[in-house]
Protein backbone atom coordinates (compact mmCIF):
# COMPACT_ATOMS: atom_id res chain seq x y z
CA UNK A 1 0.00 0.00 0.00
CA UNK A 2 1.28 3.44 -0.66
CA UNK A 3 1.26 6.34 1.39
CA UNK A 4 -1.49 7.67 0.43
CA UNK A 5 -3.33 4.50 0.45
CA UNK A 6 -2.03 4.75 3.86
CA UNK A 7 -3.36 7.95 5.16
CA UNK A 8 -6.78 7.75 3.36
CA UNK A 9 -7.28 4.24 5.41
CA UNK A 10 -6.12 6.14 8.51
CA UNK A 11 -8.77 8.87 7.63
CA UNK A 12 -11.39 6.60 6.72
CA UNK A 13 -11.11 4.42 10.07
CA UNK A 14 -11.11 8.08 12.13
CA UNK A 15 -14.13 9.32 10.47
CA UNK A 16 -16.58 6.54 9.10
CA UNK A 17 -18.13 6.05 12.88
CA UNK A 18 -18.52 9.42 13.45
CA UNK A 19 -19.76 10.65 10.39
CA UNK A 20 -22.12 7.62 10.08
CA UNK A 21 -23.57 8.98 13.47
CA UNK A 22 -24.03 12.48 12.83
CA UNK A 23 -26.09 10.86 9.45
CA UNK A 24 -27.80 8.70 11.71
CA UNK A 25 -28.92 11.83 13.83
CA UNK A 26 -30.07 13.57 10.63
CA UNK A 27 -31.59 11.14 8.79
CA UNK A 28 -33.29 8.84 10.82
CA UNK A 29 -32.38 5.66 9.21
CA UNK A 30 -28.81 3.89 10.49
CA UNK A 31 -28.51 2.05 7.00
CA UNK A 32 -29.61 5.07 4.82
CA UNK A 33 -26.63 7.08 6.51
CA UNK A 34 -24.21 4.46 6.37
CA UNK A 35 -24.84 3.97 2.75
CA UNK A 36 -24.43 7.44 2.26
CA UNK A 37 -21.61 7.70 4.21
CA UNK A 38 -19.56 5.14 2.48
CA UNK A 39 -21.05 6.14 -1.17
CA UNK A 40 -18.99 9.67 0.20
CA UNK A 41 -15.69 7.86 1.27
CA UNK A 42 -15.72 6.10 -2.13
CA UNK A 43 -15.89 9.47 -4.09
CA UNK A 44 -12.87 10.95 -1.86
CA UNK A 45 -10.87 7.90 -2.49
CA UNK A 46 -11.31 8.39 -5.97
CA UNK A 47 -10.29 12.22 -5.30
CA UNK A 48 -7.61 11.95 -2.62
CA UNK A 49 -5.03 13.29 -4.01
CA UNK A 50 -6.76 16.55 -3.96
CA UNK A 51 -9.46 16.06 -1.03
CA UNK A 52 -6.49 15.51 1.72
CA UNK A 53 -5.43 18.58 1.01
CA UNK A 54 -8.16 20.57 2.14
CA UNK A 55 -8.59 22.20 5.50
CA UNK A 56 -11.24 19.81 6.58
CA UNK A 57 -11.47 16.55 4.07
CA UNK A 58 -13.98 15.32 6.69
CA UNK A 59 -16.36 18.42 6.48
CA UNK A 60 -15.64 17.58 2.66
CA UNK A 61 -17.03 13.69 3.19
CA UNK A 62 -19.98 14.93 5.33
CA UNK A 63 -21.24 17.26 2.83
CA UNK A 64 -21.00 15.14 -0.04
CA UNK A 65 -22.95 12.33 1.85
CA UNK A 66 -25.69 14.93 3.04
CA UNK A 67 -26.09 15.73 -0.33
CA UNK A 68 -26.29 11.99 -1.08
CA UNK A 69 -28.77 11.40 1.65
CA UNK A 70 -31.25 14.11 0.56
CA UNK A 71 -30.46 12.94 -3.27
CA UNK A 72 -32.24 9.38 -2.32
CA UNK A 73 -34.62 10.92 -0.57
CA UNK A 74 -36.11 13.01 -3.56
CA UNK A 75 -35.59 9.68 -5.22
CA UNK A 76 -37.87 7.88 -2.57
CA UNK A 77 -40.01 10.15 -2.59
CA UNK A 78 -40.54 10.26 -5.99
CA UNK A 79 -40.95 6.47 -6.21
CA UNK A 80 -43.54 6.44 -3.55
CA UNK A 81 -46.03 8.38 -5.27
CA UNK A 82 -46.52 5.22 -7.43
CA UNK A 83 -45.66 3.08 -4.99
CA UNK A 84 -48.82 1.11 -2.59
CA UNK A 85 -47.31 3.08 0.51
CA UNK A 86 -47.26 0.09 2.81
CA UNK A 87 -44.12 -1.15 3.24
CA UNK A 88 -42.73 -1.77 6.43
CA UNK A 89 -39.23 -1.21 8.06
CA UNK A 90 -37.72 -3.65 9.81
CA UNK A 91 -34.99 -1.46 11.92
CA UNK A 92 -35.14 -1.55 15.53
CA UNK A 93 -33.59 1.53 17.21
CA UNK A 94 -30.27 1.82 18.95
CA UNK A 95 -31.83 3.27 22.08
CA UNK A 96 -34.77 5.52 23.56
CA UNK A 97 -32.53 8.08 24.55
CA UNK A 98 -31.43 8.31 20.87
CA UNK A 99 -34.62 7.67 19.29
CA UNK A 100 -36.79 10.63 21.65
CA UNK A 101 -33.59 12.93 19.93
CA UNK A 102 -33.65 11.98 16.16
CA UNK A 103 -37.97 12.06 17.00
CA UNK A 104 -36.93 15.70 18.29
CA UNK A 105 -34.51 16.56 15.20
CA UNK A 106 -37.04 15.20 13.08
CA UNK A 107 -39.36 18.07 13.97
CA UNK A 108 -37.02 20.83 12.83
CA UNK A 109 -37.00 22.21 9.37
CA UNK A 110 -33.89 21.12 7.75
CA UNK A 111 -31.13 23.67 8.30
CA UNK A 112 -32.39 23.91 11.83
CA UNK A 113 -31.71 19.83 12.06
CA UNK A 114 -28.50 20.77 10.27
CA UNK A 115 -27.29 23.27 12.51
CA UNK A 116 -28.25 21.49 15.78
CA UNK A 117 -26.32 17.86 14.48
CA UNK A 118 -23.24 19.56 13.39
CA UNK A 119 -23.23 21.57 16.23
CA UNK A 120 -23.78 19.22 19.01
CA UNK A 121 -22.91 15.92 17.53
CA UNK A 122 -20.15 16.83 15.58
CA UNK A 123 -18.53 19.77 17.62
CA UNK A 124 -18.14 22.07 15.05
CA UNK A 125 -18.61 25.85 16.12
CA UNK A 126 -20.59 28.51 14.98
CA UNK A 127 -18.14 29.86 12.70
CA UNK A 128 -17.58 26.41 11.34
CA UNK A 129 -21.12 25.62 10.63
CA UNK A 130 -21.10 29.10 8.98
CA UNK A 131 -18.57 28.69 6.64
CA UNK A 132 -19.93 24.86 6.05
CA UNK A 133 -23.23 26.21 4.96
CA UNK A 134 -21.92 29.27 3.46
CA UNK A 135 -24.26 31.69 5.80
CA UNK A 136 -23.71 34.89 8.47
CA UNK A 137 -22.27 33.57 11.87
CA UNK A 138 -25.86 35.23 12.83
CA UNK A 139 -27.88 33.16 10.76
CA UNK A 140 -26.43 29.94 12.53
CA UNK A 141 -27.04 31.12 15.69
CA UNK A 142 -30.59 32.09 14.91
CA UNK A 143 -30.94 28.16 13.88
CA UNK A 144 -29.67 27.17 16.71
CA UNK A 145 -31.73 29.02 19.00
CA UNK A 146 -35.17 28.20 17.16
CA UNK A 147 -33.76 24.51 17.43
CA UNK A 148 -33.25 24.35 20.45
CA UNK A 149 -36.56 26.19 21.41
CA UNK A 150 -38.70 23.55 18.83
CA UNK A 151 -36.74 20.68 20.85
CA UNK A 152 -37.42 21.40 24.00
CA UNK A 153 -40.87 22.08 23.01
CA UNK A 154 -41.34 18.43 21.50
CA UNK A 155 -39.95 17.53 24.33
CA UNK A 156 -41.91 18.99 26.49
CA UNK A 157 -45.29 17.49 24.65
CA UNK A 158 -43.72 14.35 24.85
CA UNK A 159 -43.24 14.36 28.46
CA UNK A 160 -46.57 15.85 28.90
CA UNK A 161 -48.29 13.17 26.84
CA UNK A 162 -46.89 10.21 28.90
CA UNK A 163 -48.25 11.52 32.16
CA UNK A 164 -51.65 10.34 33.46
CA UNK A 165 -54.60 12.63 33.98
CA UNK A 166 -53.77 12.47 37.93
CA UNK A 167 -50.33 13.43 36.91
CA UNK A 168 -48.61 10.70 37.50
CA UNK A 169 -45.83 9.07 34.89
Not at 29 to 56: H, I, L
Not at 73 to 79: D, K, L, S, V
Amino acid sequence: MTGTGRDFGRFYADNFPVLCKQLYAYTGDATEAQDAVQEAFVRAWTRWASVSRYENPAGWVRQVAWRLAISRWRRARTALRYLNGQREVHAPPPGPEHVTLVAALATLPERQRRAVVLHYLADLSIAQIATEESVAEGTVKSWLHRGRAAMAAHLDSERVEGRHDDGRA
